[in-house]
């Protein structure tokens, strides 16, 4: 079945370290997001990517780093830069031609210990 | 800029009861408008959208939502509400002819027998 592979699924790091969380479709979406969610915040745009090697800032891009090398992955780094990364990340990918077919996928829960 | 108001953080019905969950939009062009289901530790699914055409638009599980111009809403609607609708809805706006969603900060909907 097509769809979007998150993993891990929880994740703990020490402070002063980086963290990469995987974002695998192969559902032949050129487009990719990753969004971050917070307790009351609503998800917030990180970084997106419209096509291979191409990616731009979202609203809240500082302290993380994406790569977009193939069209099926969108690896999301998030840095020692990033002063309170403790939250629920979430990867999706665009239906082509539908500006609403988003897919999701199950997420990544990463927490700073 | 556009943007998403969701009114009530939390959101509790009875089972069997009519569900209404609220959301406003700002949008300076014509917008694509979204909702969309969260369960716990889960990625998003897509439950309806507004695009062009009929104002009323169904989606999937019973919910319903109406694009109101003139109210700026697209507040969503279930007659009856069931065990299994306790989630976290999301409503989203995306700007005409633009990629990114802008989401809401949610709205936790909570069913008692």
């Known amino acids: 079945d097509g769809g979007i592979t998150q993993s891990p699924k929880y994740l703990f790091r020490k402070e002063g370290q980086n963290v990469t969380l995987s974002c695998e479709q192969n559902?032949?979406?050129?487009?990719m997001y990753w969004y971050r969610q917070d307790p009351g915040q609503g998800l917030r745009l990180i970084y997106y990517s419209q096509i291979v090697n191409d990616f731009q800032k979202g609203d809240i891009a500082e302290g993380y780093s994406v790569s977009r090398e193939k069209k099926e992955s969108f690896p999301l780094t998030v840095t020692s830069a990033q002063k309170n990364p403790t939250a629920f990340y979430l990867c999706?990918?665009?239906?082509?031609?539908?500006?609403?077919?988003?897919?999701f996928g199950s997420g990544t829960r990463l927490t700073v210990v | 800029a556009q943007s998403v108001t969701q009114l009530g953080s939390h959101v509790s019905v009875s089972e069997g009861a009519l569900v209404l969950l609220r959301c406003n939009y700002s949008?300076?062009?014509?917008?694509?408008l979204f909702w969309y289901v969260q369960y716990p530790n889960q990625g998003l699914q897509l439950l309806l959208k507004?695009?062009?055409?009929?104002?009323l638009v169904k989606g999937i599980n019973g919910f319903e939502a109406e694009f109101k111009k003139s109210e700026t809403s697209f507040h969503l609607t279930k007659p009856s509400a069931h065990m299994s609708d306790a989630a976290e809805y999301f409503c989203a706006v995306s700007p005409s002819g633009f990629q990114k969603l802008v989401f809401g900060t949610g709205t936790r909907l909570l069913v008692s027998p």
């Open positions: 949008s300076s062009v014509p917008p694509y």
């Open positions: 559902l032949n979406h050129d487009a």
């Open positions: 999706a990918s665009r239906t082509p031609g539908d500006v609403g077919g988003y897919t």
């Open positions: 507004y695009t062009t055409g009929a104002t």
